[in-house]
């Protein structure tokens, strides 16, 4: 379980269910409700998660746009 702890900018809230990543994928995998440091709050994989392929909920990425 990774409630309660950090990736990144997210920290994992609750479960949020077992989903299927895409519609090729034949298993399931357990997501999770996280709240970035932004305060926003996104549903991600834990695969996802677990190998940092996300790491906040997008606002870097407009942070970034902003700054250049």
């Given at each position: ?41 996104v549903v991600v994989s834990g695969p996802s ?15 970034k746009k902003i700054i250049k």
């Open positions: 379980m990774l409630v309660g702890k950090k990736f990144g900018n997210l920290t994992v809230i609750e479960s949020a269910g077992e989903k299927r990543i895409s519609s090729v994928s034949k298993y399931d995998s357990p997501h999770y409700l996280c709240e970035c440091a932004c305060g926003n709050q998660l677990e190998y940092n392929i996300v790491k906040d909920c997008g606002c870097n990425k407009f942070r």
